[in-house]
């Protein structure tokens, strides 16, 4: 007999994804989405939020992180027991606190898998991990589930302060890059002009803003990013006014500085080498 989830979600990114994934590994589809159309003809779809959980072995909410603790209350109790309930939000504290006081018949099963719909496999993949109940029963569940994947188990609040840097500074840097880019009224010319650096951080821009304005506001919401985002705001000035006052020396022990930070974990020269390949492999 076929195992059966429903994904909440499903006409979402990543609902289409895990939905398309479970049909693939044979299970029974269920889909549920309030906003989006469902478009996948496999996919069960479900009337209702409550009836699309009644009979599931497994849920997956693939829901927009401000909601979920609120979706997770609305089904939780009216889920039959022994089943699991997945989420894959991308804050967690708040997910976990609602995930903790489910009744204790739901299983819960609290991921972050680290890669977008895009990818083809999850083999080679990173999901984490975050305790709810019973870390090891947790981690066990989630590799059978997503077999080939590699996993890391964290907590709930330091994985809010690692995705911080992660997710939030990336996005929130590149988000301000595309910004000022989408406003070059010459922009062919700059690109005719660009050099291996410009055109990977141009390509990196604009695949993050193909996510949705509601993910990517996600994203940058997380209340630790405030602590990144504050050290990289006074930087970036201090940088600039030592360079406007010909502070040269303090410019270049701020960029050795770092240099040497680096090289203790990563090998610069390598990483160059990396960019070029990934640059070549791009403009074949």
Known sequence: MKKKITVIGAGGQMGQWFAKYFLQNDYEVTGYDAENKISNKNIIKADSLVGAILKADYVILCTPTRRTPEIIRLIAK????????????????????S???????????CIHPMFGPGVKSIKGQNIISVPIKDAKKELTVAKSIFEGANFVTIDAIEHDKKIAVILGLTHLMNLVFANIISKDDKISLTEKMSGTTFRMQKIL????????????ETIIANPEIRRVAEELWKDIGRLLTAVQESKTEEVLNYI????????ENTNLDESYKKLTKMVNAIEK
Not at 80 to 96: C, D, P
Request: proline letters at 6%; a positive charge; hydrophobic letters at 35%.
């Open 256 to 263: 050795k500085t770092c240099q040497e930070k680096l090289v």
């Open 99 to 109: 995930l903790s006081k489910m009744p204790s018949k739901i299983n819960p099963i």
């Open 205 to 216: 821009a604009e695949s993050i803003m193909t996510e949705s304005p509601e993910l990517i």
């Open 78 to 97: 009216e889920m039959k027991r022994g089943t699991y309930l997945i989420e894959i939000s991308s804050e967690k504290s708040k997910v976990a606190s």
